[in-house]
T-cell receptor, first 114, second 116 residues
C-alpha cells in the first residue's frame, strides 16, 4: 500500500523563479493538503484540495497556487520566489470527512532559494 | 485565534528518564488532538490521537497523552525514554465538527535528544 509520495526531494531555485512541487496521495485517499515547514517551526497549512477544487486556504499569498487532478494527485506552484519561501514543503493526504483520522504525510520537498 | 503552543523547544534526557512534553491549544469548539513524531530523515508519523472518550490515550512505542479539557492541554508522556526516541515532536489540532476540513494547526515542535 503506497504511502504519500512527493517529488522532487530537493530543489534549488533563485529569487523570482517559479517552482512546481508534486504529490501523490496514499492509496484510497481523496484529499490533499499542503504545508510549509520553515526551519525550526511546525508545519503551516497552505491549502487543501478535494474534488479538484481548493477547499480551504491558509494565510499564504496568491503566489502560492495549486491543482488537483482526477487521480487525486496534486501540484503546488509558487511564483516569484522569495528568500523566505525556503522551507520544507509537506503534502498530506486524507479521506474527506474523516476528521478523527490522521493525515498521512510524505517525506517533503526541501526548497532552497538563493 | 486558533493556535497550538508547545512549551519545551529543546529537551535533553538520559536513557530511562521520564518524559513529559507540554501542549496547550486555543480552539473554539470540538477538537481532535494529535501528536506526530519526525525521526531524523523521516516523514511525520502519528504517535497517537484523541477525538473522544477516555481522555488518556495510548500510542505507539509506549507513548501516552492525557487530554484535559479544562486546561486546553494534551501533554505527551513516556515513563522511560530510549535513545531511539530522539526526534522532533509536534502537537496538532483540528476542528472536530463535520463542517471542518481537517486542516491541522501545529505547534512549533519540541526537539528531544536522548543521551545513551
Amino acid at each position: 500500500d503506497a504511502g504519500v509520495t512527493q517529488s522532487p526531494t530537493h530543489l534549488i531555485k533563485t529569487r523570482g523563479q517559479q517552482v512546481t512541487l508534486r504529490c501523490s496521495p496514499k492509496s484510497g485517499h481523496d484529499t490533499v493538503s499542503w504545508y510549509q515547514q520553515a526551519l525550526g517551526q511546525g508545519p503551516q497549512f497552505i491549502f487543501q484540495y478535494y474534488e479538484e477544487e481548493e477547499r480551504q486556504r491558509g494565510n499564504f499569498p496568491d503566489r502560492f497556487s495549486g491543482h488537483q487532478f482526477p487521480n487525486y494527485s496534486s501540484e503546488l506552484n509558487v511564483n516569484a520566489l522569495l528568500l523566505g519561501d525556503s522551507a520544507l514543503y509537506l503534502c498530506a493526504s486524507s479521506l474527506v470527512g474523516q476528521l478523527n483520522q490522521p493525515q498521512h504525510f510524505g517525506d517533503g520537498t526541501r526548497l532552497s532559494i538563493l | 485565534a486558533q493556535s497550538v503552543s508547545q512549551h519545551n523547544h529543546h529537551v535533553i534526557l538520559s536513557e530511562a528518564a521520564s518524559l513529559e512534553l507540554g501542549c496547550n491549544y486555543s480552539y473554539g469548539g470540538t477538537v481532535n488532538l494529535f501528536w506526530y513524531v519526525q525521526y531524523p530523515g523521516q516523514h511525520l508519523q502519528l504517535l497517537l490521537k484523541y477525538f473522544s472518550g477516555d481522555p488518556l490515550v495510548k500510542g505507539i512505542k509506549g507513548f501516552e497523552a492525557e487530554f484535559i479539557k479544562s486546561k486546553f492541554s494534551f501533554n505527551l508522556r513516556k515513563p522511560s525514554v530510549q535513545w531511539s526516541d530522539t526526534a522532533e515532536y509536534f502537537c496538532a489540532v483540528n476542528g472536530g465538527s463535520s463542517s471542518n476540513t481537517g486542516k491541522l494547526i501545529f505547534g512549533q515542535g519540541t526537539t528531544l535528544q536522548v543521551k545513551p
